[in-house]
């Protein structure tokens, strides 16, 4: 298969070395009885079909895929026999129970890509061994065997491991806090694998693979993900404990066609192994991370990833709703979720002694809830919570760090095993991070415009204008000389209404009722002006606003651009050094292919000449042997026979029998 240099959609990038090969096998073989020759094409099975399926048509014809030798992966009883013969070879031996642990490793081991299969069986013996020696060389000498009798620790050191389940358990999530739900869910998925184990049942397809972990940051997502990396392994499920972490930008590309193998990618290194899609509510933006999460519901039920894998998609509750809204195989492939509240105060503070409990901290009075410091505390924390900003055990985590600083400036006696932080100085320290928070949120921007309403022309059923609302209440005696001039009002129609809500001049503006006394109509005019400077201020700061945005949003444009720029250049002289590369490694192969012919050459050439040599040292020795040439003399090779070197006697090669 690495005759094909493209992908399976058939962007083949053209090497014509490697075509030529192909080229020449499709001349040179014709697939028909009689032929002098044998040609085996070996290679992994879908990658050679993809080759088939893009290369010289005659290819498949002279060479039936069809009709292809498949070699399978071995079976359980067929691994099993694989490692009896090899420790008998080796005149090792096992106990029962050993054997049950060495085929549970290699089960585990399936799970990875490229399982090597009787190679793996090898290398299980060979560290089994070295197991073995460690076991014995710990032991007197006197009790030391002489025989190489594995036991199960030998093949597996933690191979008890799904025993001490719950208890490891326990100890797994022993630094985390709020985790009793997520705890009880996965003791009782140990429990159905125990049971199922029990009685010879496979337990694969009765636990879930996949989840949706829903929640705000700083909840212990990505913690309860690593967990569960050790969770899973215990159980059998995965080969590794290990947690592949990716992001949406890991899965999605940047053109047609790029996003499904880069989609196919992350997963086959995640395989045997968790993978954690953190923010992948990103995968619900845009055509490429659509398709991202179309290929990922179509892979998940592949056999390759199959029961193989477990994939976690994490992120903030509204978000994963509605990127499982985008498609509808999400929800099924997903069927599991945990949703991760907000941590309360009281959580915090647990959370936050343990933290401090690792490094040999204390906060006298913290750990009593009847204490003043605990209720000081929890109300500290109570109004952080209340910020939007609030990152929950992020942020207990930089607490605990600036009170471990703050403690470590001090001067520190030597001898003494724990610290102690006192009480005012974790109130002090808790208050100035609350207040730097708040401060931030203060300061955040407001990404949306708020366009302040103006004030509504006078109507009416208003005959006042709008600022008439906002004078300060008339006098005694205003009200007074107010009451004595009341007229009845005017049933006239009024105007209509203006359109232009501009604040109008000082020419336009309306007469002065009777009765409004000098001060008030001087504190009107003020007021006025003042609305009328505020407006204006308004307006320009909103149109100062408005163009700034635009200038942001011109940038941005021209950061992508310029992004994408880079990556098409990247993406060119990528190809650019995979094409020189492969061109110098054909010219060694070539070089080294016809040095090897020569070498060859020369050793048949040598081999004629000792057959040569060997003929005639044992043609002689027979002529020695026969007498024919009562003088001795040597006897020279002529055309058909030998001829004495005093050219008397002869023997041709059918009396010599050569």
């Given at each position: 298969y690495m005759l094909y240099t493209g992908n399976d959609g058939g962007g083949n990038r053209s090497d014509s070395f490697k075509t030529g090969v192909i080229d020449t096998i499709v001349a040179e073989v014709q697939s028909v009885p009689g032929e002098d020759r044998c040609v085996l094409l070996l290679g992994y099975r879908d990658k050679m079909e993809t080759m088939f399926r893009n290369v010289n048509p005659g290819l498949s014809r002279r060479f039936r895929i069809e009709d292809a030798f498949q070699f399978d992966d071995f079976s359980e009883p067929e691994l099993r026999a694989i490692l009896e013969s090899k420790m008998k070879q080796q005149d090792v031996d096992a106990t029962d129970?050993?054997?049950?642990?060495?085929?549970?490793?290699?089960?585990?081991?399936?799970?990875?890509?490229?399982?090597?299969?009787?190679g793996e069986?090898?290398?299980?013996?060979?560290?089994?061994?070295?197991?073995?020696?460690?076991?014995?060389?710990?032991k007197p000498v006197a009790e030391r065997s002489f025989d190489f009798l594995f036991e199960p620790h030998d093949f597996d050191p933690d191979f008890d491991r799904v025993k001490h389940a719950n208890d490891n358990l326990k100890v797994l999530f022993g630094d985390t806090v709020g985790c009793t739900e997520i705890i009880a869910k996965l003791a009782g998925y140990q429990q159905i694998v125990q049971g199922m184990k029990a009685r010879d049942i496979d337990p694969r397809g009765q636990i879930p693979m996949n989840f949706l972990f829903k929640g705000p940051p700083g909840t212990g997502k990505t913690t309860?993900?690593?967990k569960m990396g050790q969770v899973y392994y215990d159980m059998g499920f995965l080969s590794s404990a290990e947690v592949f972490e990716c992001s949406a930008t890991d899965l999605v590309g940047q053109y047609v066609g790029h996003t499904?193998?880069?989609?196919?990618?992350?997963?086959e290194k995640a395989l045997g192994k968790i993978l954690f899609i953190d923010e992948a509510y990103r995968l619900s933006?845009?055509?490429?991370?659509?398709?991202?999460?179309?290929?990922?519901?179509?892979?998940?039920?592949?056999?390759?990833?199959l029961n193989k894998i477990v994939v976690i998609l994490a992120g903030y509750d509204k978000d994963i709703n509605k990127l499982i809204s985008t498609n509808p195989g999400l929800s099924s492939r997903f069927p599991e979720e945990i949703i991760f509240q907000n941590m309360s105060p009281e959580l915090c503070i647990e959370l936050l002694t343990k933290k401090l409990g690792q490094k040999h901290i204390v906060i006298p009075t913290l750990d009593d809830i009847r204490s003043s410091t605990y209720r000081s505390m929890c109300d500290l924390l109570k109004q952080l919570a209340a910020l939007p900003s609030f990152g929950n055990g992020r942020e207990v985590e930089t607490l605990a760090k600036t009170m471990l600083g703050f403690i470590y400036r001090q001067p520190v006696s030597g001898g003494t095993s724990t610290l102690t932080l006192a009480e005012e100085d974790a109130l002090r320290l808790t208050k100035e991070m609350l207040h730097e928070r708040q401060d931030r949120s203060a300061n955040m921007p407001n990404t949306s415009i708020e366009i302040l309403p103006r004030a509504k022309p006078a109507t009416a059923a208003d005959p006042r204008p709008p600022w008439a609302s906002a004078a300060p209440p008339p006098t005694a005696k205003d009200e007074n000389t107010k009451e004595a001039t009341t007229e009845k009002p005017s049933t006239d129609p009024q105007p209509p209404a203006p359109t232009d809500q501009t604040p109008s001049s000082e020419d336009d503006d309306p007469p002065r009722d009777a009765g409004v006394s000098d001060e008030t109509w001087a504190q009107l005019q003020r007021d006025k002006q003042t609305q009328e400077a505020q407006q204006r201020q308004e307006t320009a700061d909103l149109a100062a606003q408005e163009k700034a945005l635009a200038e942001a949003k011109?940038?941005?444009a021209e950061r992508q651009t310029a992004l994408e720029e880079l990556a098409k250049q990247q993406q060119a002289k990528d190809d650019a050094e995979r094409a020189e590369l492969?061109?110098?490694?054909?010219?060694?192969?070539?070089?080294e292919h016809r040095a090897r012919m020569e070498k060859e050459r020369v050793l048949a050439e040598l081999e004629k000449v000792r057959i040569r040599q060997e003929r005639e040292i044992k043609a002689q020795r027979k002529l020695r042997e026969m007498g024919v040439c009562v003088a001795g003399f040597r006897w020279i090779k002529q055309a058909r026979g030998y001829r004495c070197a005093g050219g008397s006697h002869f023997v041709s090669d059918q009396q010599l029998g050569i």
């Open positions: 129970d050993a054997m049950i642990v060495a085929m549970e490793v290699l089960n585990r081991s399936k799970i990875r890509p490229h399982f090597g299969n009787a069986v090898e290398n299980l013996l060979g560290s089994a061994k070295d197991r073995f020696q460690k076991r014995q060389n710990a309860t993900a690593r499904g193998p880069k989609t196919v990618a992350q997963l933006e845009g055509h490429f991370a659509t398709e991202a999460v179309n290929e990922l519901v179509d892979q998940l039920t592949k056999p390759q990833y011109a940038l941005e492969k061109r110098r490694h054909e010219e060694a192969r070539l070089a």
